[in-house]
Each structure stands twice: as structure tokens, then as C-alpha cells.
């Protein structure tokens, strides 16, 4: 059981997802931020040109949650902002895994929504995770750290 969810942007939050450090548990994470690393760009359909992936995601941001708008949806330090639509998880033996789907908007293109999905795994009660994230015309490799409280 989570006590403290972060949608991954995940979340890409992407990438923004909800797998909070249990170390956090008893903490006010309103003002929180997180770091998200994106490596490994790759158009989905196999061409070699991942300008529009560079421009979308480059090698990542800090995400934190939005003060103005509900409560899964957070903003970046680069202009993204990443709503969480869906979530799922497994846990066991440990280990958690995670299925995030959520719309995210572009600094440069705030009126267009992508639907971005990601799956991540990492430790039960560690403070980072990692994964992999598909928007339809981007893929790549997402890896999101520990809570940095302001």
C-alpha cells in the first residue's frame, strides 16, 4: 500500500506515477518535486529522424504538483504538464510493478494532449523507479528519482 502517490509522467509522469518512498509517508509532499531522466528516444514506427521525441521529452525534467489544477496533475520545470488518467499495480516478493496512463501537454504546444502509457517497476519502499514509456509516436526509456522536498 502506497501512503503517498506521485502520478510519473510519469509520469512520464511520465512521466509523473504514483510510487512514493514510504520514507515520505508522515511528510507534506505538496511542494515536493521529482527528477525524471528520459534516455533511449526512439520513433515507434522505426525512423530514424526523433527530433519531434527530443523536442517532447529531451533528456528529462523535474516534475512537481500542480497548485492550480486537480490533484493528479502535475507541471514541469520545462513547461509539461502530465495529468494521471489510469493506473494499475502489482506488487509481491518485494517488487512492485506499474501500468500509468495519462495525457501530457508539451512547453511549446500547451493545446495539444498526448496520451502517454508507461511501465515501471521498482522496489517496494525505495525512492525511484524506472520503466519504459510509449505517446504512439515516441518511445524511450524513463527513470524517475527520489522526492526533494523545497
Not at 30 to 54: F, K, P, W
Not at 61 to 74: G, I, W
Request: glycine share 10%; aromatic share 8%.
Amino acid at each position: 500500500m502506497r501512503l503517498v502517490p506521485l502520478p510519473v509522467f510519469a509520469a512520464i509522469a511520465l512521466f509523473s506515477t504514483g510510487l512514493a518512498p514510504y520514507a515520505l509517508a508522515n511528510t507534506d509532499v505538496t511542494e515536493a518535486s521529482r527528477d525524471v531522466s528520459i534516455s533511449e528516444l526512439s520513433m515507434q514506427d522505426g525512423t530514424s529522424d526523433n527530433s519531434i521525441c527530443v523536442e517532447r521529452y529531451g533528456d528529462g525534467y523535474t516534475v512537481s504538483p500542480s497548485k492550480e489544477a486537480p490533484k493528479r496533475t502535475y507541471i514541469s520545470d520545462k513547461g509539461h504538464t502530465v495529468t494521471l488518467v489510469d493506473r494499475s499495480e502489482i506488487m509481491g516478493q518485494g517488487i512492485f510493478a506499474e501500468h500509468d496512463r495519462f495525457m501530457m501537454t508539451f512547453p511549446g504546444n500547451e493545446d495539444e494532449e498526448i496520451e502517454v502509457t508507461q511501465f515501471v517497476t521498482g522496489l517496494i519502499g525505495g525512492d525511484s523507479y524506472s520503466g519504459v514509456f510509449t505517446d504512439g509516436t515516441c518511445t524511450g526509456k524513463v527513470s524517475v528519482g527520489p522526492w526533494t522536498l523545497p
